[in-house]
């Protein structure tokens, strides 16, 4: 081990970074980590960056929602930014056995604060739409944007400052700072989960709304009683949109919740078994990589299930060719 893994050494994985062997069977398991991070990286950084900008050029959406799904897609940009290429270059350095020092600690400081804001930021989508369904004429006079952008501005520079000050007073990880902040994580990891339960039994009840609504008005139109002027023909359109929202929030809450679950097992099963080579070696690598893989597939479940927002990214995106088009043809001229 070269004079250069020192301060690793000093800190909290020194005892990994000194026991590290590498088998054939970690070689090809880390390859694969390192392939996979290669891919997702960049497209969690294309993907949520063209949200992002959708968002910003289109003043029709600049709703409550869309400034949570902005700031949440804020840190899924930091993950495949940051967190993931310094990611992949530590994983690489421990396969070529030339442990990168800078590597594994940009990982480490901005691994927890992404992964734990984006929980953060998941929390606050869950509890507008539950304040939306539950509390609907509250929500439409107390829940203004200058309001949400001050939650948001809240969250970031509070966890953010919270790293900050336990990284520089800290700097072994294990005694201060990573069992706090897993609390703090774990806590709002569950907090989702139950947002999220009492979210799915009120869409389940406004569906059955819903469906009889629809039903009771099929039948006064075949019995002749509904007249030309139009009343009782739809179901409320907030309530519809309120609804199809809950909807969108429990499918991002849920596939966030199936990514990040491994690695919250992952850090109990550490915590019980005796086995540090095999959880830092191989099974963390895979549970991280799994964890990374929600900052990727986020900008695709905005785009299915957000009718407006797909809208206008495939409008940004014909602009885009349009203008490429345009530039090729005076360059043939």
Known sequence: MNSSVKFCVDSTLSTELA????????HHILLGVCIANGILSPAAVLGNGLVLAVILKFPSLHTNSNILIFSLAATDILVGLVVQPSFVAYIASKIKLDFSCEALMSYLFTE??????SIFMLCLVCCDRY??????????TRATKTRAIKIVAVCWGTWFA???????????NDEFFSPIASVVIAASFILNIILNFKIFRVVRLHKRQILAHKQAMFEFKTRGKLEGSGQGKDVPRARLHDTRLAITVLLISGVLILCYLPLMLTS???MIAD???LFDHLIYPLAE??????????PFLYCLRFRELRSK???VLRMTSGSENNLRHVDVR
């Open 131 to 140: 304040f939306a369904i539950m509390f609907p004429y509250k929500y439409l």
């Open 162 to 172: 919270f790293n900050v000050i336990c990284r520089a007073l800290r700097v072994k």
């Open 112 to 117: 927890i604060f992404c992964l734990g804001l």
């Open 275 to 277: 086995e540090d080579d």
């Open 268 to 270: 109990v099963a550490d």
């Open 313 to 315: 990214i495939g409008q």
């Open 289 to 298: 990589t799994v964890a990374f893989l929600n900052s990727s597939l986020n």
């Open 19 to 26: 026991r590290f062997k590498l088998s054939p069977s970690v």
